[in-house]
């Protein structure tokens, strides 16, 4: 895969030598509310992400683990804590100022896809570049680098519904590219697939890591996919409980 020249994008800023960690976390913790009853899904988790890092997040379901990936996505709001996304403290920004950082700076790919079933697959592509301000030329030129890339430049007008689970989340992992993320997380990206093609998602991955040094943050319940990532996380109960 390739990587075109950077966007220049002037927030957040690159980190710095002394603070050379893209993401990192102090005390976070999330907690719902509802009916009486409080749940605390994320508890007091500290992590730190170097720049070029592919970390594996494991646990049992109900650990917390896609509540925090979705906590540091800003999909939802941190209850306390600190997140610190290339040297800026972005925990208090608002839904809008979510918006545009994810727009910006990260990129997300879901279990269950989340394309937008009345776009084609190159306006679903092509979208999150027009969002942060590309011309369509340009987000025409990024769909085309990465359906090709992905081996789909064949599905560009085909609606979502029309591919296969593999193809729909080739789709999903370009729309997550299309601006050239600084972080790209995944939830559970093979969860809804086949054996053979979840292979084929997690060579996708590593391939972005290793050619192109993207640093990746993946919710995993696949233990193929986990043993192959340099770093391990486990979760239970809410907290970071073992690290491999």
């Known amino acids: 895969m390739s990587r075109s020249a950077s966007k220049g994008l002037p927030w957040p800023p690159a980190p710095s030598a002394e603070s050379p960690a893209l993401l990192r976390t102090s005390k976070l913790v999330k907690v719902y509310r509802a009916d009486g009853l409080t749940v605390e899904a994320v508890r007091g988790v500290d992590i730190e992400l170097a720049i070029g890092e592919f970390v594996a997040i494991m646990g049992p379901s109900g650990s917390g683990k896609s509540t925090l990936l979705h906590v540091l996505g800003g999909l939802e709001p941190a209850t306390s804590g600190e997140i610190w996304l290339r040297g800026q403290r972005v925990d208090g920004l608002s839904t809008a100022g979510w918006a ?83 972080l790209l997380l995944a939830d559970e990206p093979t969860g809804n697939l086949d054996t053979t093609t979840g292979r084929e998602m997690h060579q996708l991955f590593f391939e972005l890591n290793r050619e192109l040094g993207m640093t990746i943050l993946i919710v995993t319940h696949n233990n193929e996919l986990a043993a192959q990532t340099p770093r391990k996380l486990r979760m239970a109960d809410g907290r970071i409980t073992d690290e491999a």
Do not use: C, W, Y
Not at 127 to 132: F, I, K, M, N, S
């Open 100 to 182: 545009i950082l994810r727009r910006r700076h990260i990129g997300f790919v879901f279990q269950f896809f989340n394309l937008l079933s009345n776009m084609t697959v190159a306006d679903n592509v092509e979208l999150p570049a027009l969002l942060a301000g590309a011309t369509a030329r340009q987000a025409r030129k990024r769909r085309e680098e990465l359906l090709a890339e992905l081996g789909i430049a064949d599905k560009a007008v085909a609606a979502p519904a029309r591919l296969s689970g593999g193809e729909q989340q080739r789709v999903a992992l370009a729309r997550a590219l299309a601006n050239e993320p600084s």
